[in-house]
Structures are given as structure tokens and as C-alpha cells.
């Protein structure tokens, strides 16, 4: 789905496209300071300025996390329907994909957790990250008795 930019990211990138050099930018120390600042107050989580590694995307930085994390062959839980770039991340790095479709009951989608963990005992890589932010949308993660489930899982 595209929508329309805010006013000000239209400024700001026209402001940046009259500068006559468009790669190897640099990041400020505010750019690493408003991240951390930004997960303190979220998550009450202080991070290292070391930990943030500055990617130009959600689909780069997922092949990335595939290609660090993973081997080929090695299995990686998607659960469906899903923005299909993220499926064919884990096609091109020649992993296989372990689909657990969500369940749609009621106006809403439900997570089969009772699939989730055969799946999980197969896959090699385990996205708790990946599935938090995909179920952000579907509100699943505002409930803890999912997120613990999901942590429940990490035995796998």
C-alpha cells in the first residue's frame, strides 16, 4: 500500500536532493543519540551506539540477518499473509521457507501456535524480532500472552 508522504519528509528530501553529493553519507552522533534515546524511552532498553548498524531498508537489512544468521538449507519461520520481498529474501538465500499461515476469524488474524511449534522445532533461525514488528500491524503483540508464547518457544 503507498500513501503519501508527509509534507516535511518532502521538504527534507528536497532540501537533500540539492546537495551535489548523493552516496557515502555520514551519520551525526544525533542520528545514534535519537535511536537510543527513542528505545530507552519505549522500551526502557539502553543500547550501545555500537550495537546500531545503519541499513538503508527493511528488505536489505533482512537479507542481511538471513545471510549472518542462517546456512542453506537451514529452515526460517514466515507466518502469512506476509509482504512477499520478505519470502523471496529467504528463496534467494536458498533457505527454506517454513510458512505458518495466520488464522482469519472474526474480522482479525490469529496466530496457530499449535503449527508455530511444529514449525519451530524445524527451523534453524527463529525471527522473534522479525515476527514482533510483522504483528505490530495485527495488534497481536499489544497482548503479552502472545509475546510470552512466542518466548515459550525459544526452547525450539
Known sequence: MDLASPLCVQESMQKRATHPIYGYTTYPDKYYTSIQSWMQKRFDWCIEKEWIVPCYGVVPSLNFAIAAYSKEGDGIIVQTPLYPPFVHSIELKKRVVLDN????????????????????????????????????????????????????????
Open 101 to 156: 499461515t495466520l488464522v482469519y476469524t472474526k474480522e482479525k488474524y490469529t496466530i496457530d501456535f499449535e503449527n508455530f511449534e511444529k514449525k519451530a522445532k524445524k527451523a534453524t533461525l527463529f525471527y522473534s524480532a522479525l515476527l514482533i514488528i510483522q504483528h505490530l500491524g495485527y495488534g497481536h503483540m499489544k497482548n503479552w500472552h502472545v509475546l510470552l508464547r512466542f518466548v515459550l518457544l525459544r526452547k525450539y
